[in-house]
Antibody
């Protein structure tokens, strides 16, 4: 059974960097066909794609966030990570890591973690 | 404003049928597969339908999907109270080079 678990601070100060890690169990992050992805959901709002990364290290980002986002992968730990720079209150959201079979075809999701941006 | 357009809410009685529409354009639904997700309150989304009309293992055949032109539809028959959730359509948008979603539809089973 594939499981994904987000970890990281639940509170980040404005202008700082939001950093989250997703630990994958029950599957190898090195499988070539998977889209290892990050999404977020603002309180009471819909889903927003942040970006994804492949085992090779290739990344694709939401154009609206691209200038502030970096997604990286650590195959030795079976983890992938999200860094979102220069955060503001508008980045307060539940952040989900996920496994995709295609960019918009997500078959496994983490439980999500709420990150609040506040001083 | 979401790229894909869904009704904000739908409702029906237990046992009845409901459809949820998802409208887009040629750059997204018109040329890419649609997925549907169910999000129960306080939980992560769950894949309900992929490639327009395919159900993942474990999803009952009460759920169906279709696509025509630049729109997609999710159908749910034999409504149960446990189906109360938010439903999202999603796909790739070739012009935006981004995954896009509808704003979500809240299903109420009266």
């Amino acid at each position: 059974q594939v499981q994904l678990q987000e970890s990281g601070p639940g509170l980040v100060k404005p202008s700082q960097t939001l950093s989250l890690t997703c630990t994958v169990s029950g599957d190898s992050i090195t499988f070539v066909n998977y889209y290892w992805s990050w999404f977020r959901q603002h309180p009471g709002k819909g889903l927003e794609w942040i970006g994804n990364i492949f085992y090779s290290g290739s990344t694709y980002y939401n154009p609206s966030l691209k200038s502030r986002v970096t997604i990286s992968i650590d195959t030795s730990k079976n983890q992938f990570s999200l860094n979102l720079r220069s955060v503001t209150a508008a980045d307060t959201a539940a952040y989900y890591c996920a496994r995709g079979l295609a960019a918009a075809l997500i078959d496994y999701w983490g439980q999500g973690t709420l990150v609040t941006v506040s001083s | 404003q979401s790229v894909l357009t869904q009704p904000s809410s739908v409702s029906a009685a237990p046992g009845q049928k409901v459809t949820i529409s998802c409208s887009g354009s040629s750059s997204n639904i018109g040329n890419n597969f649609v997925s549907w997700y169910q999000q129960l309150p306080g939980t992560a989304p769950k894949l309900l339908m992929y490639e327009n009309n395919k159900r993942p293992s474990g999803i009952p055949d009460r759920f169906s999907g279709s696509e025509s032109g630049t729109s997609a539809t999710l159908g749910i028959t034999g409504l149960q109270t446990g189906d109360e959730a938010d439903y999202y359509c999603g796909t790739w948008d070739s012009s935006l080079s981004s995954v896009v979603f509808g704003g979500g539809t809240k299903l109420t089973v009266l």
